[in-house]
């Protein structure tokens, strides 16, 4: 989901209790400002959300229970003001990617009450088109075979953004049995030399 640029703010509650949502979030560059409760408990997105560079502030609870992100890239150098308090309380990731040496920034902020992982972009993994891997059978029941080139690690998250599997991988195929997990929606992110592709996966 990608915003206008013509964005410059959003606003209370826009998008409070949204469904049904796929792939990645993108704040445009636009924006200096998300209002208070603006995703709350949003559910459905599979990737990555990324924050403008121009964004300074943003509002209590504006993205509390967010489920589905594996991933939160920033681009603005200097960390936004929380204006209040539970900004990302029982968000679904703790990694956060941070502008090249914006480390030390981000660590000294409120923002790392949320995100036990803070690494910064010069060591930052790309995230590829989803057509760039391919998982079969979807939906499933119990084995899934995942292919892509040049694998070198896969990992499994629920819907609440917890990990529930993650081992090294080499070559183009690799297989995971789901047969163990209840009936519902998973993401599985596939990590190869290029960069990280993320797949929704259905099991019946």
């Known amino acids: 989901m990608n915003l206008s ?32 409760n603006a995703f709350r408990n949003c559910s459905g997105f599979t990737g990555t959300l990324t924050l403008g560079s121009a964004l300074n502030s943003i509002g209590g609870e504006a993205f509390c ?18 204006s209040f308090e539970d900004v990302f309380e029982g968000f679904s990731c703790t990694t ?34 989803e057509q760039m891997a391919t998982v079969y059978p979807n939906p499933t029941s119990g084995a899934l075979r995942i292919e892509a080139e040049n694998m070198e690690a896969i990992s499994i998250y629920n819907m ?26 998973y993401v599985v992110r596939i990590q190869t030399k290029k960069g990280i592709v993320t797949k929704q996966i259905i099991v019946e």
């Open 65 to 82: 229970n967010c489920s589905g992100f594996t991933e939160v890239i920033t681009l603005a150098t200097e960390p936004p003001v929380f």
């Open 96 to 129: 956060l990617i941070v502008p090249c040496q914006c480390i030390p920034a981000y660590e000294n902020s409120e923002w790392h009450d949320y995100f036990i992982t803070i690494i910064d972009d010069c060591n930052w993994v790309p995230e590829l088109d």
């Open 5 to 36: 640029n013509a964005v410059t703010s959003i606003g209370t509650s826009a998008f409070w209790g949204c469904f049904g949502f796929t792939g990645s979030l993108t704040i445009p560059n636009s924006v200096t400002e998300i209002e208070p």
């Open 160 to 185: 609440l953004g917890e990990k529930l599997f993650e081992a090294s991988a080499s070559g183009n195929n690799f297989e995971y049995d789901f047969s163990p997990h209840e009936t519902g929606v």
